[in-house]
């Protein structure tokens, strides 16, 4: 670390040590299979286990997870679900990622999934997810002693490598194995291709029994342990896994839909209780949304977890929905401050990989006047909500229930009882998560303090509408284009935001309202626009989002085995995914899918805490 960073034209930053570890990766495969996998005794360790955890000290070039990934994928009794925890302080590119895969044509479709997502990979925690969420990498870009303290889960493997110690001791000393042993459970085993006396001395202090085994020509030997420490460690114990069994998720909207799905990939039986006569029939059917990171010039905590969001939400809209008609990432032009452009420019950002000031191309086809301040995003686009929705429900494990009005929640026989409002049971599981909104409130007395948020949305079919962008453009409100409707292609603009108003009665001052927000947007496309709000042809869209004081989400459990994901205001397209799985995640005791810091901004436990 500390060592100046060259950013690649894929977001990645270029390591300065790249061609030692690309000379490393000749006989890759072998070392990983001969090393890691026997030396962690796997597959047969993890025969017919719910999940198995296995953590890395150093990425490199991802030999070590393809490997993994190609044994769990051919092997019939492999784990439900399969984690790969990882740190790396100098990513590759992407294009270095499939070049050393190359020698092993057995490799080199995962490693082309695997550089698909392998972009934006700030300094931070990224979840990639492929196997339909079933293999889940966890890469931590940063210092392999943050990486450590960043992840509370207890790994099955661990796979120490890295650069050799005699370059890069940081990697090897006592106190980063110290960070690896508080992430064993006794049992749990250790490998590397390292014999050196210093490190066997110093995982021996850390609590593993030591063994060189017979290592891969040209070595002799290499290394394998199992934690077995003969103190009781200090500190509190990690996590059990839970067993999965039932759960009853209150609210089908974007939150309840995603953290049903999240529970269902883990095993659970999950029933989604709605008191509306179809899924999505809230907030979360709106027709269109719009999907972009963020942007502060400081990197602020909202641009960090918005991040995350992006891509969670943008991996499940690649697995299930169909491109083109459920949703597009067609990139998108955010218009903002010259002020802000000044600050910007002055700051070396670490979003430069995701966002970036707009070229006058961009500028010229959003029909704007150059020098005109905006930011270009590329991991951006539009979703239909109601679609991921309807994708996630219709999920292995789970079922949905609609005009169910659950009323209370009460613990009854070890589990949680759901009644409506003449107490009739609903349902009974042994989890409940509350993702209905501002209902939520009410089940839990009030101690969440939800706000309504009013909202319209305008909208009508383009076929009078020539010469509109190719893409979005936002910042005060947005305008979606070329979105296919069963009315043809149409676009959306909009939206209002009124706090404390539950009314879903269409408004002609909201028409009004949103056609001015384009003039200050877009007014080339304002002009094309207007006629048909004069006319009357634009249809309207209104719902009641719901938001926290402070605008982030709450997700936490209230009470042993009961959880709330709700407040996701207008960024539930950003925050559902993200939120079920940091709930699976808790859940279970898995790596967490984004930095302790940014996981607590999300907890409900900060409502709480007092003031700072």
């Avoid at 083109?324 to 990139?331: K, S």
């Avoid at 397209?573 to 079920?580: E, G, M, V």
């Amino acid at each position: 670390m500390g060592e100046p960073v060259e950013w690649l034209a894929d977001g990645t930053p270029r390591s300065p040590r790249f061609d030692d570890i690309y000379r490393s990766a000749s006989g890759g495969l072998e070392q990983a299979r001969h090393v890691f996998l026997r030396g962690c005794a796997l597959p047969a360790a993890w025969a017919d286990r719910p999940d198995w955890r296995v953590l890395e000290t150093g990425f490199g070039l991802g030999l070590n997870f393809l490997a993994t990934w190609d044994t769990w994928r051919g092997d019939p009794r492999r784990p439900r679900l399969l984690h790969f925890a990882s740190i790396e302080a100098w990513p590759v590119s992407a294009e270095d990622l499939i070049r050393s895969a190359q020698p092993f044509p057995r490799l080199m479709p995962l490693a082309e999934q695997l550089a698909a997502q392998w972009f934006g990979l700030t300094p931070g925690t990224h979840r990639l997810a492929f196997e339909g969420a079933r293999v889940l990498l966890t890469l931590f870009i940063g210092d392999v002693a943050d990486g450590l303290r960043q992840q509370p889960f207890a790994a099955d493997s661990v796979f120490l490598d890295g650069f050799n110690p005699a370059r890069n001791g940081a990697m090897w000393e006592l106190q980063v194995l110290k960070g690896v042993a508080r992430h064993c459970r006794r049992g749990t085993r250790a490998a590397t291709w390292s014999v050196a006396g210093d490190l066997r001395r110093a995982l021996a202090q850390c609590g593993f029994a030591v063994e060189k085994a017979e290592g891969l020509p040209p070595k002799r030997e290499c290394l394998a342990a199992t934690y077995a420490p003969t103190w009781e460690p200090k500190g509190a114990p990690l996590a059990a896994a839970r067993t999965p069994g039932t759960c009853a998720v209150v609210g089908s909207g974007l939150a309840g839909a995603a953290a049903a799905a999240s529970l269902a990939r883990r095993g659970w039986d999950v029933v989604v209780l709605d008191i509306a006569n179809a899924p999505a029939a809230g907030a979360s059917g709106l027709p269109v949304g719009l999907l972009a990171p963020n942007h502060s010039p400081d990197d602020n905590l909202l641009s960090r977890l918005s991040r995350c969001g992006v891509r969670a939400t943008f991996q499940q809209a690649r697995t299930l929905l169909h491109e083109g008609q459920d949703w597009e990432l067609t990139g998108t032009l955010e218009r903002h401050s010259p002020e802000e452009a000044r600050v910007a420019a002055e700051a070396a950002s670490p979003q430069a990989p995701w966002t970036r000031n707009a070229d006058p191309d961009a500028i010229a086809a959003a029909g704007l006047p150059q020098g005109t301040a905006a930011y270009w995003h590329e991991q951006a686009g539009w979703i239909k909500p109601a679609s991921l929705v309807h994708a996630w429900l219709q999920q292995p494990g789970v079922t949905w229930r609609g005009h169910s009005d659950v009323h209370t929640v009460v613990r009854a026989d070890g589990q949680w009882q759901l009644r409506d409002g003449s107490g009739t049971e609903l349902a009974r599981a042994d989890v409940v998560v509350l993702a209905c909104a501002l209902a939520a409130d009410t089940l839990v007395d009030g101690k969440l303090g939800l706000q309504a948020v009013r909202g319209q949305v305008s909208w009508a079919r383009e076929e009078a509408c020539a010469g509109l962008p190719a893409f979005p453009v936002h910042g005060d409100g947005h305008v979606i284009p070329h979105v296919p409707t069963d009315r043809g292609s149409s676009w959306f603009c909009g939206s209002t935001f009124d706090r404390g108003d539950t009314d879903l009665a269409v408004r002609g001052a909201d028409h009004r309202a949103n056609l001015e927000r384009v003039r200050r947007l877009l007014p080339d496309a304002a002009i094309r626009l207007a006629p048909q709000f004069e006319q009357g042809e634009v249809d309207a869209w209104t719902g009641v989002r719901c938001a926290a004081i402070d605008r982030r989400p709450l997700l936490g459990e209230i009470e042993p085995g009961l959880w709330v994901s709700t407040a996701m205001g207008s960024r539930g397209l950003t925050f559902a995914a993200l939120c079920a799985e940091l709930l699976a995640a808790r859940l279970h005791g898995e790596p967490l899918p984004l930095e302790r810091r940014l996981a607590g901004a999300l907890d409900v436990a900060r409502l709480r805490r007092p003031p700072a």
